[in-house]
């Protein structure tokens, strides 16, 4: 099921084969909340732009439309007519970023609903039943995403709640899986190694969830407020302890240098929101650094975004000038080129981090490309 190709030091070329179809990695999950890329792109342009996999969230899907609404229309890749793989996060880091709005308990999160209110109740077996009816291809296990720089003795009492909690996903996909009606019986299943900044915590933790032999492994609670040195310090203490030959995967970051310094750790999978949310505000990724098209300087610039780049806004001929009117003028045209650009920037950079490491050049790949970055506005 899943393959490791080449190894260049720590980082991973590999291939995982699901039942919607191959994903090679390292690979980049485009974020689409509400089964859809904030940005006005539907499941076509997120084919036109290569991605692979797209990620879905539980709380949000089941708060609205609702699961079950989705299960009756065939699951989520019916619903959103997207016919490669879907990974769906558990609900778990709504338990962080809902803080003033949930109760955690050993049975599960109350949660207060952000939309009107109405309080929902999530355990592990809720999750699993949410993503089981959603189809999903990955689903994640439901945890505690505690703060990162929490108080020690909390986020070792929280790890071993999540540990706990990670076994009775384990077991509940396992029955629902064994379902005839379960909407995909091949749904796989990812643990998440948490434990803030607590490389000890972290570490044993990654040693007690590898023994459950899961799918995947996923390290969460990063990219929430600590230095991005801190976070790599997680990773160089953390990824050694993870299976090598199962899909390793950061949730929740980041930015083009972040995922560079991931995958020379070891990661291969990750998502991210900045690609969606830059776009939509005119802060456009190049390889020279990100180009804030708003400026006035490009008032006048007939220049595509990037001179090189494949994405259909740059192949299509549109001038930063033109962008930047349609971003002054608050065209919706704008946010949707900004967004659509954006994402192929960050599956290419995927599709180069392959390139490389197929041809045993990553590490003089990450050097030029980190130099690159730090350029400026072209």
Request: with cysteine; charged share 25%.
């Amino acid at each position: 099921m899943y393959e490791v190709l080449k190894q260049e030091g720590r980082a991973k070329r590999a291939r995982l084969n699901t039942v919607h179809g191959m994903i090679e990695t390292p690979v980049f999950m485009n974020v689409a909340t509400a089964a859809a890329i904030k940005g006005g792109l539907s499941s076509d342009d997120l084919r036109s732009i290569r991605t692979q996999v797209a990620l879905c969230n539980t709380y949000h899907l089941h708060v609205r439309p609702g699961d079950g609404l989705v299960r009756k229309m065939g699951g989520l890749h019916h619903f959103m007519k997207w016919d490669r793989p879907i990974l769906t996060d558990s609900g778990g880091f709504q338990v962080f970023s809902l803080a003033d709005l949930r109760s955690i308990k050993e049975e599960g999160v109350t949660f207060r609903s952000h939309i009107d209110g109405h309080k929902i109740f999530m355990g592990p077996e809720e999750s699993m039943q949410i993503q089981s009816n959603l189809g999903s291809t990955i689903a994640m296990a439901f945890d505690e995403c505690a703060p990162a720089l929490a108080d020690r003795d909390y986020v070792t009492r929280s790890v071993d709640r999540t540990t706990r909690w990670l076994e009775r996903c384990r077991v509940e996909m396992k029955r629902l899986n064994g379902l005839e009606d379960t909407v995909n019986r091949q749904q796989l299943l990812f643990g998440i190694n948490q434990g803030a900044v607590y490389n000890d915590v972290r570490t044993d933790h990654a040693k007690r969830i590898t023994e459950m032999e899961l799918d995947g492994y996923a390290i969460g609670g990063l990219a929430v407020g600590e230095a991005h040195e801190q976070m790599y310090d997680v990773l160089d203490h953390t990824v050694p302890h993870l299976p090598v030959d199962k899909p390793t995967y950061l949730m929740g970051v980041g930015t083009p240098e972040n995922i560079l310094e991931a995958v020379d750790r070891g990661i291969d999978f990750f998502d991210c929101v900045y690609p969606s949310r830059n776009g939509r505000h005119g802060n456009l990724y190049t390889k020279s650094g990100t180009l804030h098209i708003k400026s006035a300087r490009y008032a006048e610039d007939d220049r595509p975004i990037e001179e090189d780049c494949g994405c259909p806004v740059c192949r299509g001929g549109y001038s930063r000038a033109y962008l930047r009117h349609l971003y002054k003028a608050q065209e919706m045209l704008g946010m949707r080129m900004g967004v659509l650009h954006n994402l192929y920037y960050y599956n290419h950079l995927m599709e180069q981090i392959r390139d490389s490491l197929d041809k045993g050049e990553f590490a003089q790949f990450k050097k030029d490309a980190i130099e690159k970055m730090h350029m400026g506005e072209g």
